[in-house]
């Protein structure tokens, strides 16, 4: 494919995505395939001689397209949001282009610089305390990580070293091993799966704190586990808050959590994956008070902040600078090799770049509070029908409610639901019951459209209920 050819096909590809994403609501939202449909589908080996575009652009819809989920579907209510928008695709066509692979200033000084003042835009939009971020002077800032996984593990590896370093200083004669065998972290019972994959990759202690009747971690219990560990002769190091967790979207009290973190030692790491973005809302910045206790923050613009997936902020404060950058010398240049597990690094901050200048934060607020409307209006819908009843506050676009009665009647509506195909929710556990998740996701998502999806629900509930065993 030459200059010119490319020029042609990029036109069609543009169309092809326009055309994609505004027919979205047409294809039904959840596949109905079964796992290794496309083998078959396609030969077994690479092709020796080249094939036409024409060819792979049929193949596309033959045999990609069978197989997706629609995430970007107004249909789509499952898991959280996965952001997208034009500017941000166009960013990413240019980051593409450029090619460069970011792993230091010299690298491509641009890459590394952007990336800087982006995520100083976004601590700012957020009105997080000016020790997270870098200004001129190169005290704490932020790095895009790929996921909040990532940035995760990346607070627990830092944290690790720095509880072992503090504690070597004043116990000389212990040796790391001793103290790596002896360390404890922390976590919400409802925190994400990928916050205890972290700890068994830093290979250390996790224990899980009992959260309260709204789902959320408080101090007393907290602050209880700490003292029986201490007595035991563990050594608490490590905190990870969660600020809208995956089930119920329920809220860590940081500032009760905060203060007793920063008496014992410990390191608070923030992870606002889902929720983070509503933070540029001044009604919804409440929710972050307690991170001027915090060490890291991190959340996912890459989740509601209309930047497509990869993008994932994460904000280190100031004392902890020279911590996360790998333990290396502090000097003006930021490397950001040295704030991640891997070495190369995409030119991310571009899609930050576009969507901020495109959106400005006014409207990027908007977006949030459609969101977060919407997802009152199915509330109201769930709370007039007496056959359903809400299973958690809801306080940003997550709304989880049930059937009243047993699991397994839920677990078949749900199977119902899934089997239609007209929409796609999935499910959570909270207090031993089988809940529904009803998430608002697509970027145009619109009233109607919730509307039309409970009146699906309801319409498959009537009919299980008129089942002979319901």
């Known amino acids: 494919m030459d200059a010119e050819e490319f020029r042609r096909r990029g036109k069609e590809m543009v169309d092809l995505v326009a055309d994609y994403l505004e027919n979205i609501e ?15 589908l396609i030969p077994t080996e690479a092709p020796q001689d080249p094939e036409n575009y024409e060819d792979i652009i049929k193949d596309v819809e033959r045999v990609i397209m069978p197989g997706i989920t629609h995430w970007h579907s107004p249909n789509f209510f499952a898991y959280f949001p996965t ?12 980051c593409g282009a450029i090619g460069c692979i970011g792993f230091s200033w010299a690298a491509s000084p641009a890459c590394t610089e952007l990336e800087t003042v982006m995520l100083d835009w976004l601590g700012k939009m957020l009105q997080l305390p000016e020790c997270f971020l870098a200004g ?32 070597q200083a004043t116990n000389s004669d212990m040796s790391e091993m001793e103290i790596l065998s002896k360390l404890v972290a922390y976590t919400s019972d409802q925190a994400h799966s990928s916050v205890e994959r972290a700890a068994l990759i830093g290979g250390v202690k996790m224990k899980k704190v009992p959260t309260d009747e709204h789902y959320a971690v408080r101090k007393d219990m907290f602050m209880k586990m700490v003292e029986e560990d201490k007595a035991d002769g563990l050594l608490p190091f ?29 390191w608070m790491h923030i992870d606002a994956a889902y929720a983070g973005s509503a933070f540029i809302c001044p009604e919804f910045r409440p929710l972050l008070n ?57 030119f991310r901050s571009l899609k930050m770049w576009f969507v901020f200048r495109m959106y400005g934060l006014n409207g990027l607020q908007a977006y949030i509070r459609k969101h977060v ?41 749900l199977k119902r639901i899934t089997q239609c195909r007209e929409i796609h929710l999935v499910p959570c556990q909270l207090s031993g019951r089988f809940v529904l998740r009803f998430a608002i996701c697509a970027r145009k998502i619109e ?19 008129q089942e002979p065993e319901h």
Request: aromatic fraction near 10%.
């Open 136 to 167: 001129t002077h190169g005290q704490g800032g932020g790095v895009i990580q790929g996921t909040a996984s990532e940035a995760t593990l990346m607070s627990l590896l830092a944290a690790r070293c720095k509880a072992v370093r503090r504690i």
């Open 290 to 346: 307690g991170v001027e206790f915090a060490d890291s923050f991190n959340f996912n613009p890459h989740k509601w902040l209309l930047i497509n997936f990869d993008c994932s902020a994460m904000c280190i404060w100031v004392c902890n600078y020279g911590v996360i950058l790998f333990f290396l010398l502090p000097g003006l240049v930021t490397d950001y090799r040295h704030w991640q597990i891997p070495l190369g690094r995409r």
């Open 373 to 413: 409307v919407l997802a009152k209006e199915f509330e109201s819908l769930v709370r007039a029908d007496k056959r359903f009843e809400i299973c958690a506050d809801v306080v940003l676009g997550l709304v989880c409610f049930r059937l009243k009665g047993s699991n397994e009647l839920n677990q078949n509506l």
């Open 26 to 40: 047409d294809r039904p939202v959840y596949p109905d395939v079964e796992p290794g449909y496309l083998r078959s």
């Open 238 to 266: 490590y905190f990870c808050a969660t600020l809208g967790t995956t089930p119920s979207c329920a809220f860590d009290k940081t500032e009760e959590l905060g203060p007793l973190c920063n008496e014992e030692n410990m």
């Open 83 to 94: 952001a997208s928008s034009y500017p941000a695709m166009l960013a990413d066509m240019l």
């Open 447 to 465: 009233s109607h459209h919730v509307q039309k999806a409970w009146q699906h629900i309801t319409q498959l509930t009537f009919e299980l209920l």
